[in-house]
T-cell receptor
Framework: KQEVTQIPAALSVPEGENLVLNCSFT??????LQWFRQDPGKGLTSLLL?????REQTSGRLNASLDKSSGRSTLYIAASQPGDSATYLC???????????FGEGTQLTVNP | DARVTQTPRHKVTEMGQEVTMRCQPI?????VFWYRQTMMQGLELLAY????????DSGMPKDRFSAEMPDATLATLKIQPSEPRDSAVYFC???????????????FGDGTRLSIL
C-alpha cells in the first residue's frame, strides 16, 4: 500500500525567504506526482504535475523535482510572499488506476 | 475560468437523515472523483468515474454511501442513513485522464461541509 509522507508538518518563515517542502512515497511505481495548494475553506488547487519520466517542473517561483527511484519529491518556493501561506499537499498516482494517494500536507505561514 | 461546482456548500442534519451532495464537473472532463477530508484521516478517495462509468469505489462504505453520474454534467454522492462519523468536507474533482497519454491536473470544487448531529 502506497504511503505518502510530508515533512515538515508546519513551517513558518519570514517574507522573502526561499524554502523547500518535502514529500516521500514508499512505492516507486508511480505514474505521476502532483503538488497542490489548499487555502482555508477551499478546495485544492493543482500547482505542478510531474510525469514519472520527468525530473522537474517549474511554474513561476515554484519548482518541483522528482526522484522516483528514491521515492522523493521537493517543492521549492523562491522569494516567499505572505500570499503563499496555505497548506501544500503532494499526491501520487500509481501506474495502474487513477487513485491518488495524498500526504497529510505542510502548513506554510509566510510572515510579512 | 471553468470551475467544478458543488452544492450545497454547507449541510447540517440529524443522524439518520439522507444526504445528497451534487457536483457539476468541468465540461469536457472525462473523470470525476469524490474525496472526503477530515482532520484525523486527511484526504481520502471515496470513488471515481471515467466517462460516467464507476471505476473504483473501494474507499466508500457501500452499505450507506452511493455515487452516481446520471449524465455528464452531474455527479451525486448520497449517504443514507447518515451518521455523526460522516461529518467531513466532501470534495468533488474532475480531470482528463488517458490510458496512454499524460494526465491533466485534477480540478477541485470548494467542497460540501457536512455536519451530522
Amino acid at each position: 500500500k502506497q504511503e505518502v509522507t510530508q515533512i515538515p508538518a508546519a513551517l513558518s518563515v519570514p517574507e522573502g525567504e526561499n524554502l523547500v517542502l518535502n514529500c516521500s512515497f514508499t512505492d516507486s511505481a508511480i505514474y505521476n506526482l502532483q503538488w497542490f495548494r489548499q487555502d482555508p475553506g477551499k478546495g485544492l488547487t493543482s500547482l505542478l504535475l510531474i510525469q514519472s519520466s520527468q525530473r522537474e517542473q517549474t511554474s513561476g517561483r515554484l519548482n518541483a523535482s522528482l526522484d522516483k527511484s528514491s521515492g522523493r519529491s521537493t517543492l521549492y518556493i523562491a522569494a516567499s510572499q505572505p500570499g503563499d501561506s496555505a497548506t501544500y499537499l503532494c499526491a501520487v498516482r500509481p501506474t495502474s488506476g487513477s487513485r491518488l494517494t495524498f500526504g497529510e500536507g505542510t502548513q506554510l505561514t509566510v510572515n510579512p | 475560468d471553468a470551475r467544478v461546482t458543488q452544492t450545497p456548500r454547507h449541510k447540517v442534519t440529524e443522524m439518520g437523515q439522507e444526504v445528497t451532495m451534487r457536483c457539476q464537473p468541468i465540461l469536457g472532463h472525462n473523470t470525476v472523483f469524490w474525496y472526503r477530508q477530515t482532520m484525523m484521516q486527511g484526504l481520502e478517495l471515496l470513488a471515481y468515474f471515467r466517462n460516467r462509468a464507476p471505476l473504483d469505489d473501494s474507499g466508500m462504505p457501500k452499505d450507506r454511501f452511493s455515487a452516481e453520474m446520471p449524465d455528464a454534467t452531474l455527479a451525486t454522492l448520497k449517504i443514507q442513513p447518515s451518521e455523526p462519523r460522516d461529518s467531513a468536507v466532501y470534495f468533488c474533482a474532475s480531470g482528463l485522464s488517458f490510458v496512454r497519454r499524460v494526465d491533466q491536473p485534477q480540478h477541485f470544487g470548494d467542497g460540501t461541509r457536512l455536519s451530522i448531529l
